[in-house]
T-cell receptor, first 116, second 113 residues
Framework: GAGVSQSPSNKVTEKGKDVELRCDPI?????LYWYRQSLGQGLEFLIY????????KSGLPSDRFSAERTGGSVSTLTIQRTQQEDSAVYLC??????????????FGSGTRLTVV | AQKVTQAQTEISVVEKEDVTLDCVYE???????LFWYKQPPSGELVFLIR????DEQNEISGRYSWNFQKSTSSFNFTITASQVVDSAVYFC??????????WGAGTKLIIKP
């Protein structure tokens, strides 16, 4: 696609439920990042994928968070047993390289997760 | 460890004034990249500039200009003749050898008509 696509755009879930957030990066972009942005805050790094290399998971806040990237393209971020503090906008970005490209990192519109 | 500091939480100016947004960074690497992004009220992140550590030339793009000074580890952003449409949160970010794009807390810029 022309841009980074994220779905759903909004998700309301009950505390304790599992959620899956999807990111479809720009075709050909080998680098894919997940970030979390809480209300009025900056972006918090969660995880990145680069090609077939092992992902850098060091930003994941707890073992309830996991992510995978299938076939070097689509990525899914899974949050198990959601808690209210997980409520945030989850942003996905892709790029030609881990250090960005001439267009920086291209971000999706995000998934706004609300845990009630 | 990497760190990006945007000390100005919020700036408010009247339209047509010039305004400078400060960004100070920390990294132990000699090779790194710096970025500025704009986040308008609609929420999307808009890429403004990418600068590598070996290119200290200042850049101008229309009303926007960037001043990169390695000696003070700063990468400041100036908007000349500000307009109401410039109102947004502006983020500075850094990536170095660990590839984790680290972000400042952002500066909320309010341009009053």
């Amino acid at each position: 696609g022309a841009g980074v696509s994220q779905s759903p755009s909004n998700k309301v879930t009950e505390k304790g439920k599992d959620v899956e957030l999807r990111c479809d990066p720009i075709s050909g972009h080998t680098a894919l990042y997940w970030y979390r942005q809480s209300l009025g805050q900056g972006l918090e790094f969660l995880i990145y994928f680069q090609g077939n290399s092992a992902p850098d998971k060091s930003g994941l806040p707890s073992d309830r968070f996991s992510a995978e990237r299938t076939g070097g393209s689509v990525s899914t971020l899974t949050i198990q047993r959601t808690q209210q503090e997980d409520s945030a906008v989850y942003l996905c970005a892709s790029s030609l390289a881990l250090r960005g490209d001439n267009y920086g990192y291209t971000f999706g519109s995000g998934t706004r997760l609300t845990v009630v | 460890a990497q760190k990006v500091t945007q000390a100005q939480t919020e700036i408010s100016v009247v339209e047509k004034e010039d305004v400078t947004l400060d960004c100070v960074y920390e990294t132990r690497d000699t090779t790194y990249y710096l970025f500025w992004y704009k986040q308008p009220p609609s929420g999307e992140l808009v890429f403004l500039i990418r600068r590598n550590s070996f290119d200290e030339q200042n850049e101008i793009s229309g009303r926007y200009s960037w001043n990169f000074q390695k000696s003070t580890s700063s990468f400041n952003f100036t908007i000349t003749a500000s307009q109401v449409v410039d109102s947004a949160v502006y983020f500075c970010a850094l990536t170095d050898s660990n590839y984790q794009l680290i972000w400042g807390a952002g500066t909320k810029l309010i341009i009053k008509p």
